[in-house]
């Protein structure tokens, strides 16, 4: 069964720290992977993607990281803001669909 | 460009009823995509259409269909609604799968 895990569920930070949203999955025949922004009741809104040939993608202050072989990928986000506050939701390709994790909540206080 | 939109934006409906859901994709995107989230959890994928053809479904039941028409645009049905379809419904295009995704920003359903 192809799962997607997010840790933390929730995190609070206060502004200016560096951070890090670790996703895991259990297939690992991905196409590519991608991290997602979602404000409360919102779209999803795409940061960056990994093709499975990549090991990473950086985006200003985001850093994506792929290790396929592990079923790992990170998320580094530095210098935080109050602007980041936010679900940040991790998602695997297989082809013709995404399978998402549950998010990480992320607060970050000023 | 209009990114992915869909309508309508929130939407009141009562258990046994039927519901259609639109979207219209990015322009050039042939792939658009269904998922269904909950509150509190990830998208949930229902349906993936390439080229007006089913190309992926996901766990649901048969009171959910879709199709899509000849200018790529997308439609969810939804039939003999439950309380438990109430959710936030996102359509998503991309040019083809596995290219990069585009979400709309989703039709709020409630189901009473």
């Known amino acids: 069964k192809q799962e997607v895990t997010q840790i933390p569920a929730a995190l609070s930070v206060p502004e200016g720290e560096n951070l890090v949203l670790n996703c895991s999955f259990t297939d690992s025949a991905i196409y590519n992977l991608q991290w997602f922004r979602q404000d409360p009741g919102k779209g999803l809104t795409s940061l960056l993607l990994i093709q499975s040939s990549q090991r990473e993608q950086t985006s200003g202050r985001l850093n994506a990281s792929l290790d396929k072989s592990s079923g790992r990928s990170t998320l580094y986000i530095a210098a935080s803001q109050p602007g980041d506050s936010a679900t940040y939701l991790c998602a695997v390709e297989y082809g013709n669909k995404l399978v998402f994790g549950a998010g990480t909540i992320l607060r970050v206080k000023s | 460009d209009a990114g992915v939109t869909q309508s309508p934006t929130h939407l009141i409906k009562t258990r046994g009823q039927h519901v259609t859901l639109r979207c219209s994709p990015i322009s050039g995107h042939k792939s658009v995509s269904w998922y269904q989230q909950v509150l509190g959890q990830g998208p949930q994928f229902i349906f993936q259409y390439y080229e007006k053809e089913e190309r992926g479904r996901g766990n649901f039941p048969d009171r959910f269909s879709a199709r899509q028409f000849p200018n790529y645009s997308s439609e969810l049905n939804v039939n003999a609604l439950l309380l438990g379809d109430s959710a936030l419904y996102l359509c998503?295009?991309?040019?083809?799968?596995?290219?990069?995704?585009?979400f709309g920003q989703g039709t709020r359903l409630t189901v009473v």
């Open positions: 998503a295009s991309s040019w083809a799968l596995p290219f990069k995704t585009f």
